[in-house]
C-alpha cells in the first residue's frame, strides 16, 4: 500500500430501528441517495488529485454490529424474526443493491450522469 493511497471501508448509512420496525432518518437520507452521494465525493476527490485506491459500501446483508442485530446498515435486509429470511430489499424497502449496481456500471463506463440527483 503507498502512503498516498486513500481506502474507504465500511462507508454506509446506518437506519434507526424501533420496536422492531425500521426508520427513516430524520433527515430523511435513504441508502441510494447515501451511496450516490458518497461517490460523487470520491470522484470529486480522484479530480482533485486523492489517490482513491478503493470504495466499500458496508454492508451487503444487516449483520451483528455493536452486540446486537438492531443495526440496519445491509443494501439487503436480513429479518430474524421467525428464523434468518433474507430479503432482496434493504431494510427500508429500497432496492439499494440495484442503485449501487447502476452507479458502479455507470462510473465504470465513464458515465458521470449516474451521480446526478434524482427527483
Not at 441508502?31 to 486523492?50: C, E, F, K, N, S
Amino acid at each position: 500500500v503507498d502512503d498516498d493511497e486513500v481506502w474507504i471501508l465500511e462507508n454506509g448509512l446506518c437506519n434507526p430501528v424501533v420496536d422492531g420496525v425500521s426508520h427513516r432518518r430524520p433527515d430523511g437520507m435513504d441508502r441510494p441517495t447515501y451511496l450516490r452521494q458518497h461517490l460523487a465525493a470520491v470522484v470529486d476527490a480522484i479530480d482533485a488529485g486523492v489517490d482513491v485506491t478503493g470504495y466499500y459500501a458496508w454492508a451487503l446483508f444487516d449483520n451483528y454490529q455493536w452486540g446486537e442485530y438492531v443495526s440496519r446498515f445491509g443494501l439487503r435486509t436480513v429479518e430474524r424474526e421467525h428464523g434468518v429470511k433474507f430479503g432482496e430489499l434493504d431494510a427500508l424497502g429500497d432496492d439499494s443493491v440495484a442503485a449501487y449496481r447502476a452507479l458502479a456500471d455507470g462510473l465504470r463506463a465513464g458515465d458521470r450522469s449516474v451521480l446526478a440527483e434524482r427527483r
